[in-house]
Structures are given as structure tokens and as C-alpha cells.
């Protein structure tokens, strides 16, 4: 039987494990249940789960607003070479959004990060 408290997945263990570079604070150390890879705001607002690590490779204040309403725990900025508008990084910490970049792709992103729920879950 698992420990059921080694399963959980925080938004702190998902960057620490995936070896993100966090660029802003965690503000909330929310549970990470899976993830979502999407560059269509449009979609991305009417499908992003409350539990999703949203990939994208998009970099505006408009992925700030789409996480924002859709309350996603953790956005990933990929293919970034960790250099993203500070006028970004100022609304997500104004509207408490945790953003990290890393530089692979969201395919490579989103495969690590199922590696580890699956891990976390003992499968």
C-alpha cells in the first residue's frame, strides 16, 4: 500500500523534479494532477483543468489573464531560454500566478511530467 501523502504533487515538487527555472514566487504550493499543452488561448481558457501544469510557448500578458481565470497552479513557458518580458513576470505576481520556463519543448516538458505522476503514484 502507498503512503497516500508521497503522492501528492506540489507545484514546488514539479519544478524542483523537472528542474524548471522558476521566475516568479509560489504562491500557492497547489497539487499538480496533470498537464495541459496548448498555445490557443481561446481553448486553453475553456479546457485548462484546476490541477494542470499548462505548457505553452506563448509569453504574454495574455497567458498571465488565461491562467489566471482558469486558476491553473503552474504555468511553463517552453523552448525559453528563461528570458521572458519583466512586464509579464510583474502581472503574474500581481495576479499570484506561478510561472517557470525551461528549455525543452512542451512535448518533452509534458512526457517528464507524467513520468513523474506516475512515479509519485508508484506505477
Not at 55 to 83: H, K, R, W, Y
Request: charged fraction near 20%.
Amino acid at each position: 500500500m502507498h503512503d497516500q501523502s508521497n503522492q501528492v504533487l506540489t507545484v514546488d515538487k514539479v519544478a524542483n523534479e523537472l528542474r524548471l527555472n522558476m521566475l516568479t514566487d509560489v504562491y500557492e504550493n497547489r497539487e499538480v494532477r496533470t498537464g495541459y499543452c496548448c498555445d490557443m488561448l481561446s481553448w486553453v481558457i475553456s479546457k485548462l483543468e484546476s490541477t494542470a501544469c499548462w505548457f505553452t510557448i506563448l509569453n504574454s500578458m495574455n497567458v498571465i489573464a488565461v491562467a489566471s481565470l482558469s486558476d491553473c497552479p503552474l504555468v511553463v513557458i517552453t523552448e525559453s531560454d528563461g528570458q521572458i518580458d519583466p512586464n509579464v513576470i510583474l502581472k503574474a505576481g500581481e495576479e499570484r500566478v506561478s510561472v517557470c520556463s525551461t528549455p525543452m519543448n512542451s512535448y518533452e516538458a509534458a512526457c517528464a511530467l507524467n513520468d513523474l505522476l506516475n512515479k509519485s503514484l508508484g506505477d
